[in-house]
């Protein structure tokens, strides 16, 4: 499988502005043996259509497929491709996207070329201010050989609306969604100083290649709970994939990782709501205090929470099943209190993230700094030993998805090769 992530930066030459918009991806695919041509057709069987049929180009609003040059890396250019264990995000593939854009012209032509350093001027306002963006997502290889990227038009929407809240360019979502498949389709061998809104751009892409996330199977994580921190804050951007949301977390994780933890839990306000686990979204499978079963993650209505594209095909899949009562596949505020009161009660079954690396990932153990009785408290979290596995159901139902094995198609955009 592959992993691609976009982003954007932002770069500062005296009075200009560089800003970077990288996509990485992680995918299988064939390579083409050209050394420099001009982009095919692509046919990409799902979403979207050839956006631009029949329409004036507008590169003000958008870049386009059919403008994209590609030179392909020489063979000698080329790596070697790694085998056995694929440790995520280390290895990237030969070759990468990358468009200018700039506040007068709009968008320049896409090029699809060997994979290169970036060049950035000491003054980048990304090396400053984090006037960036990211997005992943991944390409599976199915069992019947063919690629699928998993939701490319929801992180394309997830990223046009971060790039419009850090005062980024945006684009048509389809465009780039083509753009890649060609990227994949090139690397298919692979087996796996002012503060202001920017006056330049370069939208990337890069592909890499990963293994599975849990190679022996799950593997339950701990989680470091200290109301002191803060991921994001009401009014801030919390809900989007900006670096800056990023960078100051490092810390916080650096200390979890000393008290023995895998990540952080992040939490807020004074009644200490569950927000998210290290950058993922998080969920709680549960007796509620009605006695339903439940399956709950935080709302988004607030602003502090990544719209995370499995948080949301986790909450379609549970809903579409009909096994649970009324409002009990639910989007809601809860709290360390009602945790602890669950756990004390055994009404607790199951509390695991997700995201786009894992899918999901189970919780085991919370190491809880209670501020208020000054002491630290160990919670076991009997994710692995709940007889009824909800979560292992919706990673298998989505994996299968991914892989071809059941059929999807609004989710899923072939790559043809």
């Avoid at 979207?48 to 403008?67: C, E, H, I, L, M």
């Avoid at 060049?119 to 390409?139: D, N, R, S, T, W």
Wanted: proline letters at 7%; hydrophobic letters at 35%; one cysteine or more.
């Amino acid at each position: 499988m592959s992993f691609a992530r976009t982003k954007i930066l932002t770069a500062r030459c005296s009075s200009s502005f560089v800003s970077r918009l990288r996509s990485s991806f992680t995918v299988d695919t064939p390579t083409t043996n050209a050394t420099t041509r001009e982009t095919p057709r692509v046919a990409v069987s799902q979403t979207p259509p050839n956006p631009v049929s029949g329409k004036a180009k507008d590169p003000q609003r958008t870049f386009y497929r059919t403008d994209m040059h590609t030179t392909a890396a020489l063979p000698s250019e080329r790596q070697a491709k790694p085998t056995g264990h694929l440790p995520f995000g280390r290895y990237y593939a030969d070759h990468m996207i990358d468009v200018d854009w700039n506040s007068e012209r709009g968008w320049e032509k896409p090029k699809l070329h060997k994979l290169q350093p970036l060049q950035l001027h000491p003054g980048a306002k990304v090396l400053h201010y984090a006037i960036e963006l990211f997005e992943g997502m991944k390409a599976y290889r199915g069992i019947d050989n063919k690629i699928r990227l998993f939701r490319p038009d929801a992180n394309m929407a997830r990223m046009n609306a971060t790039a419009a809240r850090a005062a980024l360019p945006t684009f048509d979502s389809a465009e780039l969604i083509a753009m890649i498949a060609d990227q994949i389709r090139l690397d298919g061998e692979w087996k796996t100083l002012g503060v202001g809104p920017p006056q330049d751009a370069k939208l990337f892409v890069v592909t890499c290649p990963v293994g599975a996330y849990f190679p022996s199977g799950f593997q339950p994580i701990s989680l470091l709970a200290d109301p002191q921190y803060v991921r994001a804050s009401l009014g801030g951007v919390g809900a989007f994939k900006m670096g800056c949301n990023y960078a100051p977390t490092m810390l916080v994780a650096r200390e979890a990782a000393e008290k023995g933890c895998h990540q952080v839990l992040w939490l807020t306000g004074n009644n200490e709501e569950l927000t998210e686990v290290g950058t993922m979204n998080i969920f709680v499978f549960w007796k509620n205090e009605d006695g339903d079963l439940e399956l709950a993650t935080p709302p988004l209505d607030h602003g502090l929470i990544l719209p995370g594209v499995t948080r949301d095909s986790l909450l379609c899949l549970a809903r579409e099943w009909g096994e649970f009562k009324a409002r009990s596949v639910s989007e809601r505020t809860f709290t360390m209190d009602d945790v602890k009161r669950a756990l004390k009660e055994e009404r607790l079954q199951q509390m695991f993230g997700c995201g786009t690396a894992s899918v999901v990932v189970p919780v085991g153990k919370i190491v809880y700094h209670n501020r208020k009785a000054a002491r630290h408290e160990v919670w076991h979290i009997p994710t692995m030993e709940s007889k009824q596995n909800l979560m292992q159901r919706l990673y298998d139902h989505i994996n299968c998805i991914q892989y071809g094995r059941f059929d999807r198609p609004e989710w899923t955009v072939d790559v043809p090769y």
